[in-house]
């Protein structure tokens, strides 16, 4: 009997405790009839309060009618930001553009759980979605490059979503290139490989700016450690637009660090089709036959190039050093009066580099020793010692 007693006892104390953390039931009924008298007198902030507050709760997530009232509390909202912008008053445009952003997401949202209200909106909303566009350029101009790319992104990704499939934008809108080029463009200074990829084919589409895509897609593929397709975005970029500053390079480097000397070769052959006085296509011409031990030929382009600009220095250091080699392959076969023409020869190109380029002591330095002991120049001999000694 005290047992029992006890723990009635317990009960009876520890009821009006359990009592007093029973907390308030939501009644989305009455919460959603609160928010639409808020839309109605005005007060589209607090309608939009209450409405994410109940939206949090997994259950009322596909109420079509909390949605609706949503969308009509953020268009309230983006038409009072609207009507300040108009009126030239101050406002803040970020909140601007983002309730445009907030109010396509919603609609598209409501539109996912019926199309009771499509046509209405669609019609309304296409005529904000530019300003979608406009957000994104925006945040652009701010450097605001993964919040830009949300706003091309929405752009773009209308035209997939039924809400707008009357108004055909996959053909007759034709900004939706230039938009995936700024996203692609979000993405490479983000340098997210994905995102840099994510449109870049519909990015392609605008021809003003293709070679830009076509960097940024490369450099995504580098990122992501994909030679292959590296190399083939290169040959493409190249071939499409052989004169922009940055596919001739990095392609004819890929090529040499593969070792595949013959195709960087008709890259520079082809190159100079093009442009037959280009100093870089010339130079390419030079290191590659160099490389490729075709010294006579490596001479021949290096003595073009320096007739076209003297002032370079490298096709002065490429010359010597063919001359020099071309001395070596002679030595082998003991050939001692052609190997010192072939030294005198290397010999005032170097030396014309090292006037060129007093700073590049490790590239000229060890060449003219070489030169200078096979001619016995003496004095200029004793110098160069010197100078590989320190």
């Known amino acids: 009997m005290k047992q029992l007693f006890a723990v009635l006892l317990l009960i009876l104390m520890t009821t009006p405790c359990l009592m007093a953390q029973k907390t308030k039931v939501s009644n989305p009924r009455q919460e959603l009839s609160q928010a ?3 839309i109605k007198s005005g007060k589209y902030a607090d309608a939009e309060k209450t409405l994410a507050t109940l939206l949090k709760d997994s259950v009322n997530r596909t109420d079509k009618r909390i949605w609706l009232a949503y969308y009509d509390a953020v268009l309230g909202q983006y038409e009072q930001g609207n009507e300040k912008l108009y009126l030239k008053q101050k406002y803040d445009t970020a909140a601007f553009f983002a309730k445009a952003l907030q109010l396509l997401t919603v609609a598209e949202t409501y539109d996912s759980l019926t199309d009771d209200n499509r046509k209405k909106h669609s019609q309304l909303l296409n005529t904000i979605r530019p300003n979608i566009f406009n957000g994104g350029s925006f945040l652009l101009r701010k450097e605001k490059w993964t919040d830009a790319y949300r706003y091309y992104e929405a752009y773009i990704d209308c035209s997939r979503q039924p809400l707008f499939e009357a108004y055909q934008y996959d053909s007759l ?3 939706l290139p230039e938009a995936a080029y700024w996203a692609t463009y979000c993405g490479y200074k983000m340098q997210d490989a994905v995102l840099t990829l994510r449109y870049h084919k519909l990015a392609l589409k605008d021809e003003s700016k293709a070679d830009f895509t076509l960097q940024f897609v490369a450099e995504a593929r ?15 970029g190249f071939r499409r637009y052989p004169d922009f500053h940055y596919f001739f390079p990095r392609l004819l480097d890929a090529y040499t660090s593969m070792g595949q000397y013959e195709k960087a070769l008709a890259l520079a052959d082809t190159a100079l089709m093009l442009k037959p006085s280009s100093e870089l296509f010339l130079f390419a011409k030079s290191t590659t036959l160099l ?3 075709r010294y006579a030929e490596s001479i021949k382009y290096s003595e073009r190039l320096i007739e076209v600009n003297p002032n370079l220095a490298e096709p002065y250091f490429n010359a010597g050093t063919a001359y020099v080699n071309i001395a070596d392959r002679l030595a082998d076969r003991k050939e001692k009066k052609l190997v010192k023409q072939a030294y005198q020869k290397a010999c005032p190109y170097m030396e014309h580099y090292r006037k060129l380029m007093p700073n590049e002591k490790a590239k000229w330095a060890p060449v003219l020793y070489r030169i200078y002991l096979n001619l016995n120049m003496g004095k200029q001999f004793d110098e160069i010692d010197r100078l590989l000694k320190k």
């Open 36 to 38: 639409r008298s808020s």
């Open 173 to 175: 809108d034709t900004r």
């Open 222 to 236: 580098k990122w992501l450690k994909d030679d292959e397709l590296y190399v083939k975005t290169m040959e493409e």
């Open 291 to 293: 490389r490729m031990e």
